[in-house]
């Protein structure tokens, strides 16, 4: 069975993240992992709704925990 590649209804998944402010260590992750890919904080927080600076402030939440490990 092949993957699908594409989202249905893209704009319901938009509002559904809108509505829902996750803000869980799992989301956060997400988000990060996002950067990582996209390597474009601007374009994620666009996809994600979360602000530039939030992302930015979890990226440096993100580092200063693996200093601690």
């Given amino acids: 069975m092949a993957m699908r590649k594409r989202i249905d209804e893209p704009e319901r998944l938009r509002r559904f993240i809108e509505n829902k402010r996750i ?26 709704n979360i602000p530039s600076n939030t992302i930015y402030t979890w990226i440096n939440e993100w580092n200063e925990k693996k200093k601690m490990d």
Avoid: H, P, R, W
């Avoid at 260590?25 to 666009?46: N, R, T, W």
């Fill in 23 to 48: 803000k869980s260590e799992d989301f956060k992750a997400l988000v990060l992992l996002l950067v990582e890919k996209y390597k474009d904080i601007g374009e994620v927080s666009k996809i994600t």
